[in-house]
């Protein structure tokens, strides 16, 4: 534009210049003709350089304008959906965060700019802005963002340690796959100092701390499902106010209200606890009974080792809400119980037959051999159902006493054949 006040002066005067000179020196009326028309022309082309020059530089200076302030728009739109989200999912205050940022959306308005779920540019007031309005908006927002966005963080490491006591009383109560969500979520509570102070980090760190409550939750959720199934079966007990409750926790955590599904699993563990306690202590006691009953029929150490460990983690589990985790030890000690006890009648068909070989007289071996057909009864315990442990124990104690007492027999009766027979050869 510099440029082109200079030149246009320098201009018309050549022009001028130029028709003196060829008026005083040819005297013709060309002069006349060249001042007359070339004149006006270069004033018109003048005006017309001016206005292209000036209506193209508004027209890039309010683009820029225009991009600048769509920018802070953006900006105040998202940065109002976080807050949104903090009150919404996670129930953290952001009231005064929010009001203040009421400003903007002011400023915002003074420029030209108007955010009411959509964003609009009145470019008539966007021709009388400039560009300290626009950085004065930018300004204030950021400065809204370091004073609140410190608060926001405080209460946001309040909230996750909230969720974090709160799956810790779950545990407490009875939920005990749980730990390693505890621990998770310490860890990122660990962490939390070095994030960002900034509202799209803390959302996502909150976001995380929330996907791991809720697997927590839906642990918790999968153990109440399978308790209440033990107290409805095991303990004959009416559990459909639990089931309904069990339905409101599916409820909560599917529209993330986590403190409600928490504290209805809380009340759910524990009236499940005081309805499996008496078959809680029955079950375990019968297990126990049962280690003893195989170790007296095992000859072997490694069987001998094996049920003492299972022994150990039968008496390791202490509540009622680990009825799943004794069942689970009872399934194995009566798959374990039938395998011993078919051993022994194995070495019985063993035994007897080395005796049948030497056909002892009716007076050395004075009883019957067993027949195949005696695993039949091992098939018959493996048809009693699980969960008639009790049932299942007496029918074992019987089974395997004789079975005992006839390896014994038999031992001693092939001891004593051979014997005799060595000693006649």
């Known amino acids: ?63 820029v304008m225009e991009r600048d302030i769509e920018g802070i728009a953006n900006r105040y739109v998202e940065q109002m959906s976080i807050l949104y989200d903090f009150e919404d999912k996670y129930a953290i205050s952001t009231k005064e965060f929010r009001n203040e940022l009421e400003k903007v959306k002011e400023g915002l308005f003074e420029l030209g700019c108007e955010v009411n779920g959509r964003i609009r540019i009145d470019r008539a007031k966007l021709r009388k802005v400039v560009f300290a309005d626009v950085e004065w908006v930018i300004k204030m927002f950021e400065g809204i963002k370091d004073r609140h966005e410190v608060v926001l963080y405080s209460r946001m490491i309040d909230k996750c340690r909230a969720y974090l006591g709160s ?18 979520m310490e860890s990122r509570i660990r962490e939390s100092e070095g994030v ?3 509202s799209l980090e803390l959302s996502m760190f909150m976001n995380g701390m929330a ?34 409750d069990i339905k409101i926790v599916e409820h909560s955590i599917e529209h993330g209200n986590y403190e409600n599904a928490s504290k209805v699993l809380k009340s759910v563990i524990e009236r499940l606890v005081g309805v499996l306690k008496d078959a809680f202590d029955m079950y375990k006691a019968q297990a126990l009974e049962l280690t003893n ?28 809400s680990q009825m799943r985790k004794l069942r689970g030890y009872g399934d194995a000690l009566i798959r374990k119980s039938i395998s011993a006890l078919e051993a022994v ?70 001891k004593y054949i051979k014997a005799n027979f060595t000693l006649h050869e």
């Open 293 to 320: 009953i195989v170790v007296e029929i095992s000859d072997k150490e490694e069987e001998k080792k094996e049920m003492e460990e299972m022994r150990k983690s039968i008496e390791a589990c202490m509540l009622p």
């Open 196 to 198: 960002e102070v900034d």
């Open 1 to 63: 534009m510099k440029g082109y006040r200079i030149f246009i002066p320098l201009a018309l005067l050549a022009l001028i210049a130029l028709g003196i000179f060829i008026l005083f020196n040819t005297g013709s009326d060309l002069a006349i003709t060249i001042i007359l028309i070339f004149i006006p022309a270069a004033i018109g082309v003048s005006f017309l350089v001016r206005y292209l020059v000036t209506v193209r530089k508004r027209s890039i200076r309010e683009k």
């Open 345 to 414: 009648y194995n070495r019985i068909f063993e035994i007897e037959g080395e005796i049948l070989k030497d056909n002892p007289a009716t007076e050395v071996y004075p009883v019957e051999y067993w027949a195949k057909d005696k695993l039949g009864e091992i098939e018959e315990l493996r048809s009693m159902p699980a969960s008639d442990i009790k049932g299942f124990i007496h029918r074992y104690r019987l089974l395997a006493s004789d079975a005992y007492s006839r390896l014994m027999y038999d031992s001693e009766r092939l």
């Open 167 to 184: 799956i810790k009383e779950l545990e407490n109560a009875g939920y005990e796959n749980i730990r390693g969500q505890i621990e998770r």
């Open 211 to 244: 996907s791991i409550l809720e697997e927590a939750l839906r642990i918790c959720l999968r153990d109440a499902h399978s308790l209440e199934v033990e107290g409805r079966e095991s303990a004959r007990a009416d559990t459909a106010r639990i089931r309904t």
